[in-house]
């Protein structure tokens, strides 16, 4: 054990460590992350920024730089996928979409050097206190760190369906600290020790007062979220509804032949065919249809002047196609679309588009829509006006105004239908929308409101801190998430960006309803499970039907107060490191 103590001082003293550091951390923080899920790795992924602290203690500048590295390595690993999405939704060569990855990696992991240089900091000046300084450093890189896709070290450890149950307390950032700490304590316990620890009682001592307060810490997390877990599973749902949702996989585009060769009217097809398994499988007519982002894309539903008139983006056969839908299972339709409108008076220069989610209730009249208000940089908007001639399919989107939730309804007469046979797709090639609506006046019903649900939109669901602003618009009985992630193809996107938003129904504690246009979609309920063990492929055309749960509880302690424990933790542990700090330099004086 000696010798291989010796060989492994020396090999520190090379290059070549700091290569295994780099992949040290950001191979085992990939396997903790979905879809490979060993979320234990995540006690030992930390490890590489470890060994690079005490290598290069004091020395800031390469520091930095090394933790920019390892940065550059962890997105190359865990978010190789953004190469995919440059080429696709970009059309970028290879060449300028790798660059793109690096320059992500360079720009958004600044959390790693943040996280270097405070602990090098730190842990040198206080040495006893080093554990709780992971810890404290851990937290603080998080909080600060600017992220593009943001996921915590919190997410990798909430892979642990127990751990995962304090983010209604702590958050994500609560898990991150309980990571650091750990994760420190292991990293200390080396074998390289043990056998001076075993021979010794003093040692002994030292080891087990050294591990106390990480075990108590990690103790309580467990006790906590074992205790939250059983809580809520406990719950009875104070009622039921009936979801379908539909896949469609619809092509990313249809007007320049570049992706797919598929028609429109095949997608639309697909679309009623789906619907109609999947309340074949259901057995009964569903509640709440729930459609993608882009689940019929480039279009909108919504007809106005400027839809018509100013841009062309309103479609009869779209709007009627969802009308029918609405009418043939007297359910709540809930789907996106591209709407336009003027920012300030009427002109070219002063027209605006916007990612719009839109209700139609069991009668097919449109009610409550949501604009999308968290664009996504380069994906939905550029930061200058450059770069949309660089990358011409990025979208020039506008946000919305408002965070507000979407009224859902109840028809009278779930059964009530036309005079005549139900009309399909494909008799709205020959009529107009107008017509379809005439043909469908005998089946209206009344129909009364039902309750409210939050609607999020695609990149939206990650964001815990703007979730949690909707709680002004009131307390909702369920989430409803509209992705489209075709633009990442069949790589470990889609699995991440699902599994970084499954923690907003256990900091919520609703059920989740997620629907994408080409995988992975899901039910999730408030304990953050996916309901009945169910999701869809990628790159596939079918439907999930289940029946998902509402939960009557007030708002949780997180819906109210966000990151209050973490940014207090960081707070008091900030100002005795300081005091700390002071009385040693004065000391020294």
């Given at each position: 054990?000696?010798?291989?103590?010796?060989?492994?001082?020396?090999?520190?003293?090379?290059?070549?460590?700091?290569?295994?550091?780099?992949?040290?951390?950001?191979?085992?923080?990939?396997?903790?992350?979905?879809?490979?899920?060993?979320?234990?790795?995540?006690?030992?992924?930390?490890f590489?920024?470890?060994?690079?602290?005490?290598?290069?203690?004091?020395?800031?500048?390469?520091?930095?730089?090394?933790?920019?590295?390892?940065?550059?390595?962890f997105y190359?690993?865990?978010?190789?996928?953004?190469?995919?999405?440059?080429?696709?939704?970009?059309?970028?060569?290879?060449?300028i979409?790798?660059?793109?990855?690096?320059?992500?990696?360079?720009?958004?992991?600044?959390?790693?050097?943040?996280?270097?240089?405070?602990?090098?900091?730190?842990?040198?000046?206080?040495?006893?206190?080093?554990v709780?300084?992971?810890?404290?450093?851990?937290?603080?890189?998080?909080l600060?760190?600017?992220?593009?896709?943001?996921?915590y070290?919190?997410?990798?450890a909430?892979?642990?369906?127990?751990?995962a149950?304090?983010?209604?307390i702590?958050?994500?950032?609560?898990?991150?600290?309980?990571?650091?700490?750990?994760?420190?304590?292991?990293?200390?316990?080396?074998p390289?020790?043990?056998?001076?620890?075993?021979?010794?009682?003093?040692?002994?001592?030292?080891?087990?007062?050294?591990?106390?307060?990480?075990?108590?810490?990690?103790?309580?997390?467990?006790?906590?979220?074992?205790?939250?877990?059983?809580?809520?599973?406990?719950?009875?749902?104070?009622?039921?509804?009936?979801?379908?949702?539909?896949?469609?996989?619809?092509?990313?585009?249809?007007?320049?032949?570049?992706?797919?060769?598929?028609?429109?009217?095949?997608?639309?097809?697909?679309?009623?065919?789906?619907?109609?398994?999947?309340?074949?499988?259901?057995?009964?007519?569903?509640?709440?249809?729930?459609?993608?982002?882009?689940?019929?894309?480039?279009?909108?539903?919504?007809?106005?002047?400027?839809?018509?008139?100013?841009?062309?983006?309103?479609?009869?056969?779209?709007?009627?196609?969802?009308?029918?839908?609405?009418?043939?299972?007297?359910?709540?339709v809930?789907?996106?679309?591209?709407?336009?409108?003027?920012?300030?008076?009427?002109?070219?220069?002063?027209?605006?588009?916007?990612?719009?989610?839109?209700l139609?209730?069991?009668?097919?009249?449109?009610?409550?829509?949501?604009?999308?208000?968290?664009?996504?940089?380069?994906?939905?908007?550029?930061?200058?006006?450059?770069?949309?001639?660089?990358?011409?399919?990025?979208?020039?989107?506008?946000?919305?105004?408002?965070?507000?939730?979407?009224?859902?309804?109840?028809?009278?007469?779930?059964?009530?239908?036309?005079?005549?046979?139900?009309?399909?797709?494909?008799?709205?090639?020959?009529?107009?929308?107008?017509?379809v609506?005439?043909?469908?006046?005998?089946?209206?019903?009344?129909?009364?409101?039902?309750?409210?649900?939050l609607?999020?939109?695609?990149?939206?669901?990650?964001?815990?801190?703007?979730?949690?602003?909707?709680?002004?618009?009131?307390?909702?009985?369920?989430?409803?998430?509209?992705?489209?992630?075709?633009?990442?193809?069949?790589?470990?996107?889609?699995d991440?960006?699902?599994?970084?938003?499954?923690?907003?129904?256990?900091?919520?504690?609703?059920?989740?309803?997620?629907?994408?246009?080409?995988?992975?979609?899901a039910?999730?309920?408030?304990?953050?499970?996916?309901?009945?063990?169910?999701?869809?492929?990628?790159?596939?055309?079918?439907?999930?039907?289940?029946?998902?749960?509402?939960?009557?509880?007030?708002?949780?302690?997180?819906?109210?107060?966000?990151?209050?424990?973490?940014?207090?933790?960081?707070?008091?542990?900030?100002?005795?490191?300081?005091?700390?700090?002071?009385?040693?330099?004065?000391?020294?004086?």
């Amino acid at each position: 054990m000696d010798n291989l103590h010796h060989r492994f001082q020396q090999f520190q003293k090379t290059v070549w460590f700091n290569l295994f550091c780099y992949f040290w951390t950001g191979l085992f923080s990939f396997l903790a992350f979905a879809p490979v899920s060993l979320s234990h790795f995540v006690w030992i992924a930390p490890f590489g920024l470890f060994w690079l602290s005490l290598k290069y203690q004091g020395k800031y500048k390469k520091l930095f730089y090394q933790g920019l590295i390892i940065g550059v390595v962890f997105y190359a690993i865990s978010f190789h996928w953004i190469v995919h999405m440059a080429i696709t939704f970009g059309n970028f060569p290879f060449v300028i979409a790798l660059l793109i990855l690096l320059f992500a990696g360079l720009l958004f992991s600044l959390k790693f050097p943040l996280f270097m240089m405070s602990f090098s900091f730190l842990s040198g000046k206080i040495g006893r206190h080093s554990v709780w300084v992971a810890g404290f450093c851990g937290l603080l890189s998080e909080l600060i760190g600017p992220q593009l896709f943001p996921w915590y070290w919190g997410n990798l450890a909430a892979g642990n369906i127990l751990l995962a149950q304090n983010v209604e307390i702590t958050g994500a950032y609560g898990l991150s600290f309980l990571v650091f700490v750990v994760s420190y304590t292991l990293f200390q316990s080396n074998p390289w020790h043990w056998k001076e620890i075993l021979n010794s009682v003093e040692k002994r001592k030292q080891y087990f007062r050294f591990v106390a307060l990480p075990a108590l810490l990690l103790l309580s997390f467990a006790v906590s979220g074992t205790v939250l877990y059983k809580k809520w599973e406990n719950v009875k749902p104070s009622k039921s509804i009936r979801v379908l949702v539909i896949q469609p996989d619809a092509p990313l585009s249809f007007r320049d032949g570049r992706e797919v060769k598929e028609s429109i009217e095949a997608l639309m097809a697909r679309i009623e065919k789906l619907a109609e398994e999947g309340v074949a499988k259901m057995g009964t007519k569903p509640d709440l249809i729930v459609l993608p982002e882009a689940g019929v894309p480039f279009f909108s539903a919504h007809n106005t002047t400027v839809t018509t008139v100013a841009r062309r983006l309103y479609w009869h056969r779209f709007d009627s196609l969802m009308f029918l839908l609405a009418n043939k299972y007297k359910a709540n339709v809930f789907f996106n679309e591209i709407d336009a409108g003027y920012k300030g008076t009427p002109g070219a220069r002063n027209l605006r588009y916007y990612n719009n989610n839109v209700l139609y209730d069991p009668n097919g009249d449109r009610r409550d829509s949501y604009q999308k208000k968290f664009l996504l940089m380069f994906g939905e908007y550029m930061p200058f006006d450059f770069l949309y001639d660089l990358s011409q399919q990025t979208g020039r989107f506008e946000p919305g105004l408002n965070h507000n939730l979407i009224r859902y309804y109840t028809p009278a007469d779930k059964e009530k239908s036309p005079k005549g046979l139900h009309l399909g797709w494909l008799d709205t090639e020959n009529l107009n929308h107008e017509a379809v609506r005439s043909y469908y006046e005998p089946a209206k019903t009344d129909v009364q409101e039902s309750g409210k649900f939050l609607p999020l939109i695609c990149y939206e669901v990650i964001l815990p801190e703007f979730v949690r602003e909707f709680r002004t618009a009131g307390n909702p009985e369920f989430i409803v998430n509209l992705t489209n992630d075709k633009w990442y193809g069949t790589t470990t996107e889609s699995d991440q960006h699902m599994e970084l938003g499954r923690l907003r129904s256990i900091e919520l504690r609703r059920w989740m309803v997620r629907s994408t246009n080409s995988g992975i979609s899901a039910n999730i309920d408030h304990l953050g499970r996916l309901v009945g063990g169910k999701k869809t492929g990628l790159m596939t055309a079918e439907s999930i039907s289940e029946t998902i749960d509402v939960i009557d509880s007030p708002p949780t302690f997180y819906t109210q107060y966000g990151n209050l424990i973490p940014w207090l933790m960081l707070f008091l542990t900030g100002i005795y490191y300081l005091n700390l700090l002071i009385g040693i330099r004065k000391g020294k004086k």
